[in-house]
């Protein structure tokens, strides 16, 4: 969807924005003909974080971004239920933006949580190892859990149903 680095600020004085971040120094050159960017970040030495942001906003639109951040929540919210639906899984946390967790249950009897633990972890490197989805676990509450997250602009409905019939045939073949 978007990079993860950039950050907007809208400070409704200009001069005051400027004036918090300008620095000069011996090394630096000072540009007065233009709008000189070192006046304007803290990060002069970084690349322009913020304009895969901007162009995206440009091509989508405030409604193009909105429609975008809505389709990465269900396709969330959907890949977590209904994972967490299967046998052998239930739902941990159910996602309020576009991030979920999901656990999958050891199947024997008198399973511990170390069990499910190892079982989660074992679950998503199948996953991760065929190739049709990249989860990651983690810790969450003291157990071992698999971390949905839905960000990418191009996931469709046909990624999500793929997905969910991959983790139901690892699923079964256990």
């Known amino acids: 969807m978007f990079p993860y680095d ?30 000189d960017p070192l006046d304007w970040t803290p990060e002069w030495s970084r690349r322009a974080r913020a304009f ?12 193009g971004i909105a429609e975008l951040v809505e389709r990465c ?6 890949l977590v239920m209904e994972i967490g639906a299967l046998p052998g899984a239930e739902v941990v946390a159910e996602p309020i933006i576009n991030q979920g967790l999901v656990r999958f249950l050891d199947p024997k009897a008198g399973a511990s949580d170390a ?9 998503i490197a199948e996953i ?8 990651g676990g983690t810790t969450s509450r003291g157990r071992r859990v698999m971390r949905v997250s839905v960000c990418n602009w191009q996931t469709s409905e046909e990624d ?3 997905v969910v019939s991959a983790v139901r045939k690892i ?3 256990q």
Do not use: I
């Open 6 to 35: 950039c950050g907007y600020a809208f400070v409704a004085d200009p001069q005051a924005h400027r004036d918090a971040m300008t620095y000069h120094a011996a090394y630096l050159v000072e540009n007065t003909e233009a709008r």
């Open 52 to 63: 895969p942001t901007y162009a995206a906003l440009r091509q989508l639109g405030r409604k």
């Open 73 to 78: 929540c269900q396709h969330a919210h959907s």
């Open 115 to 123: 069990d499910h633990d190892r079982r989660t972890d074992q679950v």
């Open 128 to 135: 991760v190892a065929g190739g049709e989805a990249l989860f």
């Open 160 to 162: 999500v149903r793929r």
């Open 171 to 173: 699923l079964q073949s």
